[in-house]
């Protein structure tokens, strides 16, 4: 008896092992389905719509034509917080704080950076297990904004050596005489004035490079697999090549990241120094909070258009919609899609995001906290899982991502309020609404709002808080605007992009570069 009864529960035991091998296997299959589904999504209109483009830059991918757009931004950041007054004191605190620009204070120093914290991972330690990551598309070169702060310290190589050329410009070494190597096995080093340098800070023997894919700085850019090669511009590059060229300057694909990668060598092209522009920008996740510095504000205006036709900010509307098509990239995103049902991507959005705080007196489970202050820059989802940060609208644009990619209809929605204002992702098919990552049930009750902006897709419809934002508007528009914002059925707004009128031209005309505007 005992012998059958051992004999049963072991093929209990094994289906149960079956059945939960089974269920991971179907959600990491899925995962990377809806990984494939995001890559698709962009590239397919990359080459139509450049705000597509630039959510390659967004994401920080390396597979692109034009890597040195994230030096730049990362140098521009830099020198931000380098030069504004109270950033250390913001990299000091906590993910919690409210802190807001003016600040008083000591300006950011690099000398606070200690290297001794940071653990060197592989890319595939970085994310959560079981989630999909191809072996080359999802190696990323995340902004320093989020590496500055990320929670557990865990960096990739590349992310290491980037954070030291950043620091060593901001000491005053020119671009000239440095160059990021990134190499076969994944791993990166610094030459720096005729000397190697591993992530760790250590100088090494030439010879311990062996295979680099990848060479370049914020000016030139040595990268066979996207076919950029700089060398006849720079002696210095030229000079390094020829020290550390190997016969194999190409990365392991696979046979859907090499049909991708070749795509993508078109469409992430960057052609003209406004695209550029535009692309370091983004690359930055930057708002118009960072434009009340001169360095960012410059970059900003040389993008819109001479006049003002809005009292709103188009640099938050641009860069929330950037970051929701760059976020389509993301493994955290696909994996977010493979779960069915709302509430089960809400459970596991606050597992790797979520805290607890102190709101109004009372402790809450929530994804809510500035990276650095409020409203200088934006989280995407990668963002926001290393460093558990993001205000509102951050949470909100991420996860309409991932219902993006599941279908699911949804629309961003950004509001005044007595408190100040807020950001929450609506899903009307369901009654429901994202709140900092929270699920909750009839979202118009609990929001009384004037509204300011909604994203729906792909399109953005941009709201004034004086409803009437812009010059020379007709009379259509004017009402068409008020009707909305008075309208009980906002929630399911609808309206496409070239029902509104600015002026002679539609905004997003005026912002588009023409060269590149998406038929429509």
Sequence with gaps: MSLVWGIL?????????ILILTFSGHVTARGYEEHLNGFNKVISQADMNPYYKY????????????????????????????????????????LDHTLSLPLWGSSFDFDLVDFNKYKIEAKEEIYPENYPVFNYLDERLTSITTILKVK????????AIN????????????????????????????????????????KINQLEIKNPILVFNEKFVWYPLM??????????????????YSSDPFPELTGQEKELINKLKEVSSLQTEKEKTAATLFSIHSTNGLAENSIIKDKWQSLLPEKPYYIASPEDTMNSLVIKLGNYLSPNTAYLASFNGLDKISEEYLNNVGSKKIISGEKIFNAWGNTWTNNIMENNIDDSFRTKGGICNSQA?????????????????????????????????????????????????DFKFSLVQAINWD?????????????????????????????DSIINLKVPLSSINYGDKKIYEKIMLPENRRKR
Aim: glycine share 6%; charged share 25%.
């Design 459 to 487: 399109n953005f419809v941009l709201f004034g808080y004086e409803r009437i934002y812009h010059n020379n508007s007709t009379s259509k528009g004017i009402a068409l605007i008020n009707r909305l914002l008075e309208d």
């Design 152 to 159: 557990d310290y865990k960096i990739t190589s590349l992310e």
């Design 9 to 17: 529960m072991k093929k209990k035991f094994m289906l149960v092992l």
């Design 55 to 94: 959510g390659l830059y967004s994401a920080r991918l390396i597979a692109v034509k034009n890597p040195e757009i994230y030096l730049k931004g990362d140098l521009l950041f830099a020198k931000f917080i380098t030069t504004t007054k109270g950033l250390k004191q913001v990299y000091q605190a906590d």
């Design 227 to 244: 076919e950029r090669d700089d060398r006849d511009q720079d002696p210095i590059l030229k000079n390094l090549i020829s020290k550390i």
């Design 397 to 445: 644009v991420n996860l309409a991502s991932v219902l993006d990619l599941q279908g699911i209809e949804n629309t961003v929605v950004r509001f005044a309020n007595d408190s100040g204002g807020h950001t929450i992702t609506i899903v009307p098919e369901y009654n429901k609404c994202f709140s900092n990552g929270l699920l909750l049930n009839n979202y118009y009750n």
């Design 163 to 202: 954070l030291r050329y950043i620091m060593k410009r901001i000491a005053g070494i020119s671009p000239e005489r440095l160059y990021i190597i990134f190499n076969k096995d994944n791993n990166a080093f610094l030459y720096d004035r005729g000397s190697f340098i591993n992530c760790y800070g250590e």
